[in-house]
């Protein structure tokens, strides 16, 4: 464990703030664009606020990672960002679907805790030495395909691929260089502005920082409800940007 660098608690702030950058432009000036109010200079900016918040998920997932090495207790770990998931959906839907309900897209609290309960599966099955190693490959096999197939038929935010990034993540977690590595070629192919998160998470120096982890979790529902009233207050929160 280093002395220097970037501590949790800041790679934690880094993915609010850039997810609320994203967020503000996915709700907010999405909306301005689908009602032909758009400018091209407002048109970069939606675009450039989205590539900015691509930094987000990547520390999230390296995060939960992080957690699940070091956390306690794993179920309640997996039992509080289920309770999240369920607090968050409605403000979720409201702030890009303008609705308090709809199942076609689920918040990325549902993405993360479907990969914590694959990575717990995974590590389940991998421990167990007694058993033949072609039963615990095919096993473990089981398990990815279906924790990846369980986040696309939800259609969590990121679906299968987020749930696959967590696992490499998790694989690779021993030895640092092999893990950014690692995360940046599972990003490259299908989001590349994602890998700059990786600059901080390189000087990730294994500390926890100020205690701030029930603040992280509630800014999710909080700030997605307080973009949806400032949609309210512009009269397109009806308009859905999903």
């Known amino acids: 464990m280093r002395t220097h ?40 900016i939606y ?29 309640k770990y997996a039992l509080r960002l289920l309770l999240f998931a369920l607090v968050s959906e409605v403000p979720f839907d409201l702030a ?46 089981a398990i990815t395909l279906g924790g990846m197939g369980l986040a696309y038929l939800m259609h969590t935010d990121y679906d299968a691929k987020g749930v696959m990034v967590i696992l490499v993540l998790y694989l690779t977690r021993k030895i640092r260089g092999l893990q950014i590595l690692a995360g ?23 500390k926890r920082g100020l205690n701030i982890k029930y603040l992280f979790y509630a800014f999710y529902p909080v700030h997605l409800l307080i973009l949806y009233l400032i949609c309210l207050g512009m009269g397109n929160a009806g308009i859905a940007v999903v």
């Open 47 to 75: 675009f450039g606020m989205r590539d900015i918040g691509r930094i987000a998920f990547p520390i999230y997932c390296f995060l939960l990672v992080e957690g699940f090495d070091h956390t306690r207790d794993r179920k």
């Open 184 to 206: 940046c070629l599972a990003f490259c192919w299908w989001e590349l502005p994602a890998i700059v998160a990786f600059i901080p998470i390189a000087f990730y120096n294994g």
């Open 5 to 44: 660098g970037v501590s949790g608690s800041t790679l934690k702030l880094i993915a609010v703030v850039t997810m609320l950058i994203d967020h503000i432009a996915a709700a907010v000036l999405a909306r301005l664009l689908v009602t032909g109010q758009g400018t091209p200079a407002l048109y970069q």
């Open 96 to 141: 890009f679907s303008g609705t308090p309900l709809e199942f076609g897209y689920q918040n990325v609290f549902f993405t993360l805790l479907i990969g914590l309960l694959t990575i717990m599966a995974f590590d389940a099955a991998y421990e167990k030495n007694e058993w033949h190693t072609a039963v615990r490959a095919v096993l473990m096999a």
